[in-house]
């Protein structure tokens, strides 16, 4: 058996009841952290707290290698962890199927998920979200600025009204060539820098809304202008942004009230 | 202070580890269950689970007569709690923004959504889904079938080749002159009504998946033409539909692998 456990957002907190029992009752538990983190704590942390080994892989450990994994879950009962929800990714879609040819049961316990805490915590209806983008690190596309794929998403979302959620680049020490090196820090795009990207390359006059730390005890949401955003500190990360189409009435005062959202950056009503 | 919780989606279990100790440390707690239900439980069992008490009000009770749980809010410590994620319906982001603006503070602990889980059980991309729909019956329309908007919204997401949610309608006993009667149980459009609705009035050849029990240990996943869905019986609710737009290879195998798919209901690769 293979239970995927979401551990959702932040911290050994933000699991749900159902896959904390779960992830605490398996034989051999994995997990990975390079497609997002739990910032509030850390693997030793996480492990302690629920009196289990976590053994973390890495990208190719999940993708290319995931046989140990598959033969555990012949075997016993095996929790595959991460942040957010474990299936918002193609990867782990993959090894879900994969499993499922084999005849291993499979069974997915659901965490909240960034894109839920983006509307949740802004005011901004989910059901007028489009298609989300990431804008990456000018050094992983090979080019400086935003890349031509994300304006034309934001774009294309806009001209049908839509919210745009931007997630923003995480690299994991290692992961790449031309990221931060073994023992060196995880690199996280600030909001304050990606605003500043597309101020730059885009539109520095568009309303634009910062998410920071989404699930954790002091989450900060902000609007503003994206060129007014660029010179502002948003603290730890880990921060979204949200690039708001059309407002609906209670969407512009929700912004105005619990994202201190100037009234001149909002349209009229 | 105010501090909306998101109950997940099933049942006393679904909560996050910090929404539960969060509920239990509440003075008080409210509850509505009118825009979505955890069918894995009642509220008399919820309540004797996390050892409160849960007041449950109806729509006029959150949406025009707020006062009360304001009230206690300013005073001492109030949880509100929802099925799914709190803020995933306009009304509570205005019961939020009123908060705010008598000065209570408010925060908000993230429940799992339907719309994530959508996206994670059927392995379709979730960055693929454009902007969801809600089926409602045909009486609450006032026509028969389903409304143009709907339609309108399926074709513009498959335009863009993006996946569609659509949500189907609930009639809570009383909340609506056409709907159940007080007393008489809760109404729940099945996945096979709505697919047969479609079917009907859109495209009986095209792909649906159908999505049942979502946050449950027995959720069901089944892919087929909508005219074949339409005959099949998924079983207790809640269900939900996805209209799938363009299918990336690997996720016409997971509709394949995990959702029964027939071969010849998918595009070739």
Chains 1, 2 share one sequence.
């Not at 693997?43 to 140990?68: F, I, S, Y």
């Not at 990867?91 to 084999?102: F, I, K, Y």
């Not at 774009?155 to 745009?164: F, V």
């Not at 942004?241 to 929700?254: F, S, T, Y």
């Amino acid at each position: 058996m293979l239970t995927f456990i979401g551990l959702g957002l932040y911290d050994e907190r933000s699991v749900t009841v159902e896959g904390r029992e779960a992830l605490r009752a398996a034989d051999r538990v994995f997990a990975e952290f390079y497609t997002s983190r739990l910032v509030g704590t850390t693997v030793d942390d996480l492990a302690a707290h629920h009196g289990v080994d976590v053994e973390v892989r890495d990208r190719e450990g999940v993708e290319q290698r995931p046989e140990p994994i598959l033969d555990a879950a012949e075997d016993g009962d095996v929790a595959f962890l991460t942040a957010g929800d474990t299936m918002i990714s193609t990867t782990h879609v993959d090894l879900r199927v994969r499993a499922a040819e084999r005849g291993v049961d499979t069974r997915v316990i659901h965490g909240v998920t960034a894109q839920s805490a983006a509307s949740s915590l802004t005011g901004l209806q989910n059901y007028r979200f489009g298609k989300a983008v990431t804008l990456p690190f000018p050094y992983a596309h090979g080019a400086d600025g935003v890349p031509q794929s994300v304006r034309d998403g934001i774009d294309a979302n806009r001209d049908r009204g839509l919210h745009t959620l931007v997630y923003l680049d995480i690299k994991v020490a290692g992961s790449s060539p031309a990221g931060p090196q073994p023992g060196e820090p995880d690199e996280y795009m600030s909001a304050s820098t990606a605003a500043e990207m597309l101020a730059d390359d885009w539109d520095a006059s568009a309303l634009g809304v910062v998410v920071g730390r989404a699930g954790s005890p002091d989450p900060v949401v902000a609007a503003d202008r994206l060129g007014a955003l660029a010179d502002r500190d948003f603290g730890d990360p880990l921060h979204m942004l949200v690039v708001p189409g059309d407002l609906h009435h209670l969407e512009a005062e929700a912004l105005e009230t619990l994202a201190g959202c100037p009234a001149e950056a909002l349209p009229e009503f």
